[in-house]
């Protein structure tokens, strides 16, 4: 989510992001804001941010949604993988988004570790079709616990859709390899 509109340097509110139906003219590039309210771009010098420069935090419940549509090959199994938190914003918990992947979709709730503002989380899914759509929207309607008119969520950052053959094959590969230390016991026995 490194790509998206203008932020000025001294700006701490990050950028909200207007409704669009429409991913050619959307401000945040491949992502489609198709919601009734806004969501918040958000930048690494005044939050919280997963990976890189910049991120996506989910306002307004399931009024704050984004999708994609992503290249997919019916009835291969992928796996969506997104990073988690919160953007040290002072927004109350609990935070959690539903992620959706076709006709798949999960609860992921974020929870806090010490040392970490964020969670890797993943949701494994088998297309339908060559394309295939990802969403994600904030499940509960979440303020800032030093000003309750002020609206936050969990933060989305990094996410990707993987090809699941990996772990088909990495299984394949273990089988092989229990065969054969197998078949070296019995030589040496």
């Known amino acids: 989510m490194e790509e998206g509109p203008w932020m000025f340097r001294n700006t701490s509110l990050g950028v909200l992001l207007p409704t669009n ?61 997104f990073s988690l938190g919160h ?26 570790n010490s040392n970490s503002t964020f969670q890797t989380a993943n949701l494994n899914f088998t297309a339908k079709a060559d394309r295939t759509r990802i969403a994600f929207y904030s499940i509960y309607y979440n303020t800032r616990s030093d000003d309750m008119s002020s609206l936050c969520g969990p933060v989305v950052d990094d996410v990707r859709v993987w090809f699941a053959a990996a772990t088909s094959l990495s299984k394949f590969a273990l089988s092989r390899l229990s065969l054969l230390i197998f078949g070296l016991l019995w030589l040496l026995l």
């Open 21 to 81: 139906l429409d991913e050619e003219t959307s401000s945040l590039p491949g992502w489609i804001v198709e919601s009734n309210r806004a969501i918040r771009y958000i930048d690494s010098d005044h939050f919280a941010v997963p990976g890189g420069k910049r991120a996506i935090e989910l306002l307004s419940g399931k009024e704050g949604i984004i999708s994609q549509m992503v290249e997919t090959k019916p009835d291969k199994d992928y796996s969506l993988t």
């Open 87 to 112: 953007a040290d914003d002072k927004c109350k918990e609990p935070l959690a988004v539903m992620a959706f992947a076709g006709d798949q979709a999960q609860n992921i709730h974020y929870t806090p």
